[in-house]
Protein backbone atom coordinates (compact mmCIF):
# COMPACT_ATOMS: atom_id res chain seq x y z
CA UNK A 1 0.00 0.00 0.00
CA UNK A 2 1.33 3.25 -1.21
CA UNK A 3 1.58 5.85 1.51
CA UNK A 4 2.64 9.42 1.43
CA UNK A 5 3.89 12.01 4.64
CA UNK A 6 4.44 15.61 4.25
CA UNK A 7 6.62 17.20 7.02
CA UNK A 8 8.11 21.23 7.18
CA UNK A 9 7.06 23.75 8.99
CA UNK A 10 4.15 24.75 11.05
CA UNK A 11 4.70 28.88 11.15
CA UNK A 12 6.70 30.51 8.34
CA UNK A 13 7.71 34.34 8.93
CA UNK A 14 6.38 36.40 5.81
CA UNK A 15 8.84 37.00 3.02
CA UNK A 16 11.05 33.49 4.18
CA UNK A 17 10.90 30.06 2.04
CA UNK A 18 8.91 27.04 2.88
CA UNK A 19 10.16 24.14 2.19
CA UNK A 20 7.67 20.88 2.32
CA UNK A 21 9.01 17.76 2.60
CA UNK A 22 6.82 14.32 0.77
CA UNK A 23 8.29 10.81 1.96
CA UNK A 24 6.78 8.13 -0.29
CA UNK A 25 6.72 4.32 0.73
CA UNK A 26 6.03 1.25 -1.13
CA UNK A 27 7.14 2.73 -4.91
CA UNK A 28 10.11 4.18 -6.29
CA UNK A 29 9.68 7.72 -7.35
CA UNK A 30 12.48 6.11 -9.93
CA UNK A 31 9.32 3.80 -11.07
CA UNK A 32 7.78 4.61 -14.75
CA UNK A 33 4.74 6.68 -14.61
CA UNK A 34 5.27 7.03 -10.82
CA UNK A 35 4.28 11.27 -10.41
CA UNK A 36 4.13 13.70 -7.10
CA UNK A 37 1.66 16.30 -7.00
CA UNK A 38 1.51 18.99 -4.48
CA UNK A 39 -1.56 20.21 -3.44
CA UNK A 40 -2.91 23.00 -1.06
CA UNK A 41 -5.90 24.33 0.57
CA UNK A 42 -6.23 27.67 2.99
CA UNK A 43 -8.43 27.09 5.78
CA UNK A 44 -12.11 26.77 4.71
CA UNK A 45 -11.48 27.04 0.86
CA UNK A 46 -11.29 25.15 -1.86
CA UNK A 47 -8.47 22.94 -3.50
CA UNK A 48 -5.75 24.56 -5.63
CA UNK A 49 -2.71 22.49 -7.53
CA UNK A 50 0.57 23.44 -7.09
CA UNK A 51 3.08 21.20 -8.58
CA UNK A 52 4.14 18.09 -9.75
CA UNK A 53 7.36 15.64 -10.68
CA UNK A 54 7.33 12.63 -12.79
CA UNK A 55 9.72 9.70 -12.49
CA UNK A 56 11.28 11.55 -15.24
CA UNK A 57 12.10 14.40 -13.36
CA UNK A 58 9.62 16.07 -15.95
CA UNK A 59 8.19 19.31 -13.74
CA UNK A 60 5.03 21.29 -14.05
CA UNK A 61 3.77 24.32 -12.07
CA UNK A 62 0.93 26.29 -11.24
CA UNK A 63 1.91 29.36 -13.12
CA UNK A 64 0.26 31.37 -10.97
CA UNK A 65 2.89 30.53 -8.61
CA UNK A 66 5.70 29.19 -10.92
CA UNK A 67 7.67 32.38 -10.27
CA UNK A 68 8.53 31.25 -6.13
CA UNK A 69 8.35 27.94 -6.90
CA UNK A 70 10.80 24.78 -7.15
CA UNK A 71 9.94 20.96 -7.15
CA UNK A 72 12.27 18.15 -6.63
CA UNK A 73 12.84 14.21 -5.68
CA UNK A 74 15.88 12.40 -4.16
CA UNK A 75 15.24 9.27 -5.59
CA UNK A 76 17.47 7.75 -2.91
CA UNK A 77 15.76 8.88 0.26
CA UNK A 78 12.25 8.90 -2.10
CA UNK A 79 11.48 11.98 -1.10
CA UNK A 80 10.13 14.94 -3.43
CA UNK A 81 10.59 18.79 -1.74
CA UNK A 82 8.62 21.48 -2.81
CA UNK A 83 10.43 25.28 -2.29
CA UNK A 84 7.94 28.16 -2.05
CA UNK A 85 9.92 31.44 -1.70
CA UNK A 86 8.98 35.06 -0.59
CA UNK A 87 5.60 33.24 1.32
CA UNK A 88 2.65 35.92 2.39
CA UNK A 89 -0.48 35.11 4.10
CA UNK A 90 -2.18 33.69 1.39
CA UNK A 91 0.50 30.62 1.06
CA UNK A 92 -1.33 29.70 4.54
CA UNK A 93 -2.57 26.73 3.79
CA UNK A 94 -3.01 22.73 4.30
CA UNK A 95 -0.34 21.27 2.16
CA UNK A 96 -1.68 17.90 0.22
CA UNK A 97 1.40 15.81 -1.44
CA UNK A 98 -0.47 13.45 -3.68
CA UNK A 99 0.37 9.87 -5.72
CA UNK A 100 -0.54 9.92 -9.16
CA UNK A 101 0.46 7.22 -12.23
CA UNK A 102 0.74 8.15 -15.30
CA UNK A 103 -0.01 11.44 -16.71
CA UNK A 104 -3.99 11.99 -16.94
CA UNK A 105 -4.44 9.67 -14.06
CA UNK A 106 -6.38 10.23 -10.74
CA UNK A 107 -4.80 11.43 -7.65
CA UNK A 108 -5.22 8.09 -6.27
CA UNK A 109 -2.97 8.56 -3.24
CA UNK A 110 -2.68 11.37 -0.44
CA UNK A 111 -0.88 12.39 2.52
CA UNK A 112 -2.56 12.96 5.35
CA UNK A 113 -1.63 16.80 5.25
CA UNK A 114 0.92 19.80 6.56
CA UNK A 115 -0.83 22.94 7.67
CA UNK A 116 1.66 25.88 7.34
CA UNK A 117 0.27 29.27 8.70
CA UNK A 118 2.90 31.95 7.40
CA UNK A 119 2.19 35.35 9.94
CA UNK A 120 4.52 37.29 12.25
CA UNK B 1 -5.21 27.23 -17.88
CA UNK B 2 -8.86 24.91 -18.16
CA UNK B 3 -11.29 25.94 -15.41
CA UNK B 4 -13.55 23.82 -14.12
CA UNK B 5 -16.98 25.33 -12.92
CA UNK B 6 -20.07 23.41 -10.23
CA UNK B 7 -23.38 23.54 -9.47
CA UNK B 8 -24.88 23.61 -7.42
CA UNK B 9 -22.45 25.39 -5.25
CA UNK B 10 -24.06 24.04 -1.77
CA UNK B 11 -27.39 21.86 -1.86
CA UNK B 12 -29.58 20.00 0.53
CA UNK B 13 -30.69 16.63 0.61
CA UNK B 14 -32.56 14.11 2.54
CA UNK B 15 -31.32 10.40 3.51
CA UNK B 16 -32.16 8.14 0.91
CA UNK B 17 -32.29 11.06 -1.59
CA UNK B 18 -31.09 10.86 -5.30
CA UNK B 19 -28.90 13.51 -5.95
CA UNK B 20 -26.65 14.86 -9.09
CA UNK B 21 -23.80 17.58 -9.51
CA UNK B 22 -23.17 18.81 -12.41
CA UNK B 23 -18.98 19.94 -13.31
CA UNK B 24 -18.19 21.63 -16.95
CA UNK B 25 -15.19 22.86 -17.88
CA UNK B 26 -14.27 25.45 -20.01
CA UNK B 27 -12.54 23.59 -23.07
CA UNK B 28 -12.70 19.63 -24.04
CA UNK B 29 -10.82 17.45 -21.53
CA UNK B 30 -12.17 13.62 -23.19
CA UNK B 31 -12.58 12.10 -20.15
CA UNK B 32 -10.20 13.12 -18.19
CA UNK B 33 -12.47 13.97 -15.17
CA UNK B 34 -12.14 13.09 -11.35
CA UNK B 35 -14.71 13.34 -8.63
CA UNK B 36 -13.33 13.38 -5.05
CA UNK B 37 -15.05 13.44 -1.88
CA UNK B 38 -13.76 15.82 1.20
CA UNK B 39 -15.44 15.48 4.69
CA UNK B 40 -14.20 18.54 7.41
CA UNK B 41 -10.78 18.29 8.34
CA UNK B 42 -10.32 14.81 6.13
CA UNK B 43 -7.98 14.33 3.39
CA UNK B 44 -9.40 14.27 -0.58
CA UNK B 45 -10.74 10.81 -1.18
CA UNK B 46 -10.90 9.83 -5.28
CA UNK B 47 -14.37 8.07 -6.00
CA UNK B 48 -14.47 8.36 -9.53
CA UNK B 49 -11.82 8.46 -12.34
CA UNK B 50 -12.05 8.96 -16.04
CA UNK B 51 -15.25 10.42 -15.97
CA UNK B 52 -17.21 7.26 -15.06
CA UNK B 53 -15.12 4.26 -13.18
CA UNK B 54 -15.34 4.04 -10.03
CA UNK B 55 -12.49 4.06 -7.50
CA UNK B 56 -12.29 0.28 -5.84
CA UNK B 57 -13.99 0.11 -2.71
CA UNK B 58 -16.50 3.45 -3.25
CA UNK B 59 -20.45 2.34 -2.55
CA UNK B 60 -21.93 1.57 -6.18
CA UNK B 61 -24.68 4.52 -5.26
CA UNK B 62 -22.27 7.28 -6.93
CA UNK B 63 -21.73 6.97 -10.15
CA UNK B 64 -20.38 9.35 -12.86
CA UNK B 65 -21.37 10.40 -16.57
CA UNK B 66 -19.96 12.95 -19.26
CA UNK B 67 -17.42 13.78 -21.52
CA UNK B 68 -16.05 16.25 -23.21
CA UNK B 69 -16.90 19.33 -21.18
CA UNK B 70 -20.14 18.75 -19.59
CA UNK B 71 -19.82 15.82 -16.52
CA UNK B 72 -21.67 14.74 -13.58
CA UNK B 73 -21.48 13.01 -10.71
CA UNK B 74 -24.97 11.13 -9.44
CA UNK B 75 -25.17 9.79 -5.50
CA UNK B 76 -27.98 7.46 -5.41
CA UNK B 77 -29.67 6.49 -2.05
CA UNK B 78 -27.88 9.52 -0.13
CA UNK B 79 -26.43 7.83 3.31
CA UNK B 80 -25.06 9.42 6.37
CA UNK B 81 -21.17 9.26 5.13
CA UNK B 82 -21.91 11.08 2.11
CA UNK B 83 -22.74 14.52 3.33
CA UNK B 84 -19.17 16.05 2.44
CA UNK B 85 -17.72 18.54 -0.58
CA UNK B 86 -17.59 17.00 -3.68
CA UNK B 87 -14.71 18.34 -6.01
CA UNK B 88 -14.33 17.61 -9.83
CA UNK B 89 -10.71 17.88 -11.01
CA UNK B 90 -9.66 17.83 -14.63
CA UNK B 91 -6.02 15.67 -15.12
CA UNK B 92 -6.22 16.64 -19.33
CA UNK B 93 -3.10 18.71 -18.73
CA UNK B 94 -0.99 21.07 -16.51
CA UNK B 95 -1.98 22.90 -14.39
CA UNK B 96 -4.28 20.38 -13.00
CA UNK B 97 -7.44 22.38 -11.92
CA UNK B 98 -10.41 22.22 -9.28
CA UNK B 99 -13.78 23.00 -9.46
CA UNK B 100 -14.70 25.37 -6.21
CA UNK B 101 -16.90 22.40 -5.00
CA UNK B 102 -20.37 21.21 -4.14
CA UNK B 103 -21.15 21.08 -0.50
CA UNK B 104 -23.86 18.58 0.33
CA UNK B 105 -25.48 18.82 3.52
CA UNK B 106 -28.26 17.44 5.53
CA UNK B 107 -31.74 18.87 4.94
Known amino acids: QITLKESGPTLVRPTQTLTLTCTVSEVSLSTSGVGINWIRQPPGKGLEWVALVYWNDDKRYNPSLKSRLTITKDTSKNQVVLTVTNVGPVDTATYFCAYQYYTGSEFDTWGQGALVTVSS | ?107
Not at chain 2, 10 to 39: E, F
Not at chain 2, 67 to 80: A, D, E, K, R, V
Open chain 2, 1 to 107: DIKMTQSPSALSASIGDSVILTCRASQPISNYLNWYQQKPGKVPKVLIYGATSLQTGVPSRFSGRGSGTSFTLTISNLQPEDFATYYCQQSDATPFTFGPGTKVDLK
